[in-house]
């Protein structure tokens, strides 16, 4: 079945930090996101025209997580990662005003935290801050474990709300000092008991470094993981995608 497109308008621009901004959108009909309550949910923006797709083309879309979906009120806001003018997604919601309009796909969603684990794991980059924010909001405030973020500098750090028992940790690739992503992860003190893990960013850290620690050095069931890139560095959206098509073919083999 065909997945739902939905008409959105910009109503507010929002400046979370130097590299990301939240845009407020209003749609005249948010049945779609009725019922998908994964703290991941994401839908595709449409770069071109919806019609495309009914006839078997693939506009240029870009995939974001969405926040705050309301069907109700008919609002939702999705986080941009900018740079400059870098990319097609990041320049156009840096400049969008209210009353611009941008078509969407989905939703769709596979991760939401599971409230019987012992402790959690969260960790990514800018691209997934959202939907590590989603998760914290959704656990209860018992929740132990670590969120693990890297950032550009100090001055890209946002408001980010976690239990009490949450560890949070930002790591900024521009200190030289400052362990990567995967290596701040492999230093986390390993805790006992079943872990939920959320790990999602640039493909090589998360693909290629993280991955691997967790599910043959840790032993952590596949089902216990959400892991995937979402981007990787040096290729567009549509390159990725082939690369990860590779990738699977390849660990098929």
Not at 62 to 81: Q, W
Not at 132 to 153: K, M, N, T
Not at 168 to 173: D, I, S
Request: proline share 8%; aromatic share 8%; no cysteine.
């Amino acid at each position: 079945m065909a997945q739902p497109i939905t008409l959105l308008t910009v109503t507010a621009s929002q400046q979370l930090s130097p590299g990301m901004v939240r845009l407020h959108f209003r749609g005249d009909d948010l049945s779609a996101f009725v019922g998908v309550d994964h703290t991941d949910r994401y839908v595709k923006l449409i770069f071109g025209d919806p019609a495309l797709l009914e006839q078997g083309q693939r506009p240029t879309m870009r995939t974001y997580t969405v926040i705050d979906p309301d069907p109700v009120e008919g609002t939702l806001a999705i986080d941009f990662v900018v740079h400059g003018t870098e990319g097609i997604a990041g320049p156009w919601a840096s400049t969008a005003l209210p009353g611009d309009t941008i078509s969407v796909r989905g939703p769709n969603g596979a991760y939401s935290p599971d409230p019987t684990v012992d402790w959690h794991l969260f960790a990514g980059d800018e691209a997934a801050i959202p939907a590590i924010r989603q998760s914290l909001a959704a656990l209860p405030d018992d929740a132990e474990g670590y969120v693990v973020i890297e950032v550009d500098a100090a001055t890209h750090v946002q408001p980010l709300a976690a239990p009490d028992r949450l560890e949070v940790t930002w790591l900024y690739r521009s200190d030289p000092a400052q362990p990567g992503l995967a290596e701040a992860v492999r230093a986390l003190p390993w805790r006992s008991g079943r872990v939920h893990a959320f790990v999602h960013g640039e493909a090589q850290a998360v693909m290629h470094e993280i991955r691997p620690y967790l599910f043959r050095e840790r032993g952590v069931p596949r089902n216990d993981v959400s892991i995937s890139g979402y981007w990787r560095k040096g290729r567009t959206e549509e390159a990725f995608r082939e690369w990860k098509a590779q990738l699977a073919a390849a660990e098929s083999d």
